[in-house]
């Protein structure tokens, strides 16, 4: 079975830092494309970054120049770097993951972390 379990959220004031991390975990393959969303209160959930097995990323325009995705491959973790956060990024934040395991290919979300941007 496949887990993917979000960390590293919390409360922190407008224009400070905060790091997600993301690990996936059990009978894993492999793993291509490893993604961040975010969902606020009232609204849909959105994509914020994504980073694919060969490390091309992409980001939601709003957050382009404050965060940062990044991978460690054999740790099969992802991380989100938050900078300068904004009171609108606050959000609970959810880590995306396609998984080759013995299931097949699958898409798998975490139970997300809570990010909370005071201003």
Do not use: H
Not at 23 to 46: H, L, T
Not at 109 to 119: A, D, I, R
């Amino acid at each position: 079975q496949v887990q993917v379990v979000e960390s590293g959220g919390g409360l922190v004031q407008a224009g400070g830092s905060l790091r997600l991390s993301c690990a996936a975990s059990g009978s894993i393959f492999s793993i291509n494309a490893m993604g961040w969303y975010r969902q606020a209160p009232g609204k849909q959930r959105e994509l914020v970054a994504t980073i694919t097995n060969i490390g091309s990323t992409n980001y939601v325009d709003s957050v382009k120049g404050r965060f940062t995705i990044s991978r460690e491959y054999a740790k099969k973790t992802v991380y989100l770097q938050m900078n300068n956060l904004k009171p609108e990024d606050t959000a609970v934040y959810y880590c995306n993951a396609d998984v080759y395991s013995s299931l097949g290919l699958r898409n798998y979300w975490g139970k997300g972390t809570l990010v909370t941007v005071s201003s």
